[in-house]
């Protein structure tokens, strides 16, 4: 499995504290399947980003890492007006792999009523957004016409595994679940940001996927599409609804 979401690198944001924490929860991750692990540091108004200090990091990481999971580079990259500007101006400082996709996060305080017009820019400017976790953001539980609208325009969605299994409560299991369901979810991550309470293993989430909405779906959402996004190439699908057992093309 191929992980698009984790704050794996050591003291950079509210994940892994320091180098010994980083290694072993690589290990655990490599131990649960993954192959492939982005590190994704925040950039917020608590965590500013900064590519010389990751790109030190992670060559410190990789000089012990014995896991055997490879490590790549992305952002957890909040929806903010200094960033989206930033973005524009440098379209790949942020982006996964250097490639065009953005992991995007918004505020659980506001959502935006121009988030179209900033996608229609971040898209022009030729990324590729991809909405972190809307089922744990009340504001986007709300909007799922507008969720499928954006994604209509060409944005992705990623589900958190731990949602999926009901860890992180009702709420959230159940919009994912509609997410799911109505075949707008294009990738399952762990968001791992620990060893205890958000570990950076998928193989449960995986599994459930299978049961639930078959074997199609979990190698696309966990294995293909992430593929796809490490080369920097087109996705090929997004979940397949289960009420309505078709194949549900990538817009």
């Given amino acids: 499995?191929?992980?698009?979401?984790?704050?794996?690198?050591?003291?950079?944001?509210?994940?892994?504290?320091?180098?010994?924490?980083?290694?072993?929860?690589?290990?655990?991750?490599?131990?649960?399947?993954?192959?492939?692990?982005?590190?994704?540091p925040h950039a917020n108004l608590e965590y500013s980003f900064d590519p010389a200090l990751i790109a030190e990091r992670k060559a410190m990481?990789?000089?012990?890492?014995?896991s055997g999971v490879r490590v790549h580079l992305g952002c957890d990259f909040h929806l903010q007006y200094e960033n989206i500007e930033d973005a524009i101006r440098n379209p790949r400082k942020y982006t996964i792999a250097g490639g065009p996709y953005l992991l995007v996060e918004f505020s659980d305080l506001l959502?935006?009523?121009?988030?179209?017009?900033?996608f229609n820019d971040l898209l022009s400017a030729g990324m590729r957004p991809v909405i972190t976790h809307p089922e744990r953001n009340s504001l986007l539980q709300q909007r799922l016409n507008e969720l499928k609208e954006w994604v209509g325009m060409g944005c992705s969605i990623q589900v958190t595994g731990q949602s999926l299994l009901g860890q992180f409560g009702t709420k959230a299991l159940k919009f994912a679940e509609t997410l799911m369901d109505e075949g707008v979810v294009h990738f399952v991550?762990?968001?791992g940001h620990d060893l205890k309470r958000r570990p950076p293993v998928m193989d449960a989430a995986f599994a459930h996927v299978h049961k639930r909405w078959g074997g199609i779906t979990a190698e696309l959402l966990f294995r293909e599409n992430p593929g796809a996004v490490l080369c920097g190439a087109e996705m090929r699908g997004s979940s397949v609804p289960?009420?309505?057992?078709?194949?549900?093309?990538?817009?």
């Fill in 189 to 191: 991550a762990s968001d």
């Fill in 242 to 251: 289960r009420k309505k057992g078709i194949f549900s093309l990538f817009r």
């Fill in 61 to 66: 990481l990789e000089e012990r890492n014995d």
């Fill in 111 to 118: 959502i935006f009523k121009t988030t179209s017009q900033i």
């Fill in 1 to 40: 499995m191929i992980d698009i979401h984790s704050h794996v690198l050591f003291g950079l944001d509210d994940g892994s504290p320091d180098i010994e924490v980083s290694l072993e929860m690589l290990r655990m991750a490599g131990k649960h399947g993954t192959t492939d692990i982005v590190a994704s």
